[in-house]
């Protein structure tokens, strides 16, 4: 049982060094870029997109579910779900549960269940979500007094990321601040007047935020 354990974490370890890795990449190309991106990207990448829309939470590894079988409890259990992306439910065995909704995962249990029980109800209940620890974080670099990283929340913007961050350092070059997004597979870089934010009240650059967002502030050259 240990064994099992041992190896299922290494894989847990494996995927999460697989997405700060995504994350780093993102960071250091969007660096390597020109100053700002095209006007044109920035407008697609600023646009509204359906991914800004509420929408189905969307299981992953390391996700824990409570699986509940109406009138069935010998069948309900929790689990998490695994690096392979599967649970596994009494008498069906494993089921893909990475990629799904709580909902679709619910259906194929209990489409699967039919073959033993008459008629089941399926529900399912996400008790841990820790399959988005790193990807749906924002995180703010550079000229601020705590460079830091959170959970991304809806309503967050470019101000209330600097401000967790303890505000801009005497040594900051804020108006030449850049939001760093990744858009249809590429780094678009985005500028923020944020020292017209902080000063003078000025929110036309105070965008919202949305996960995987990098916000850089760089020193100002002496």
């Not at 689990?79 to 065995?93: F, H, N, Q």
């Not at 705590?146 to 929340?153: E, G, I, K, N, Y």
Request: hydrophobic letters at 40%; a negative charge.
């Amino acid at each position: 049982m240990d064994k099992k354990r041992g190896l299922d974490m290494s894989g847990v370890n494996i995927i999460r060094g697989a997405v700060l890795s995504f994350f780093a990449a993102i960071f250091l190309g969007g660096c390597a870029s020109t100053p700002s991106s095209s006007p044109e990207k920035i407008s697609e990448a600023l646009a509204p997109s359906p991914s800004d829309e509420v929408k189905d939470y969307v299981l992953g590894p390391t996700d824990v579910v409570r699986v509940s079988v109406w009138r069935n409890e010998d069948l309900s259990i929790s689990v998490p779900v695994r690096p392979d992306g599967k649970i596994s439910v009494p008498l069906i065995g494993d089921v893909q549960a990475s990629g799904r909704s709580p909902q679709a995962l619910s259906d194929s249990i209990e489409t699967l269940l039919t073959e033993y029980i008459r008629e089941p109800q399926v529900s399912i209940v996400v008790t841990s979500m820790g399959s988005h620890e790193f990807t749906d974080r924002v995180r703010v670099t550079g000229a601020v007094v705590q460079p830091t990283s959170v959970p991304h929340r809806d309503g967050m913007t470019i101000l209330d990321m600097v401000l967790s961050a303890g505000g801009v350092t005497p040594f900051a070059a804020p108006n030449s601040s850049m939001l760093y997004r990744s858009h249809k597979g590429e780094v678009v870089a985005i500028p923020i007047r944020l020292g017209d934010i902080l000063n003078r009240g000025d929110i036309e650059t105070n965008y919202s935020l949305r996960p995987g967002d990098i916000v850089t502030v760089p020193e100002r050259s002496l």
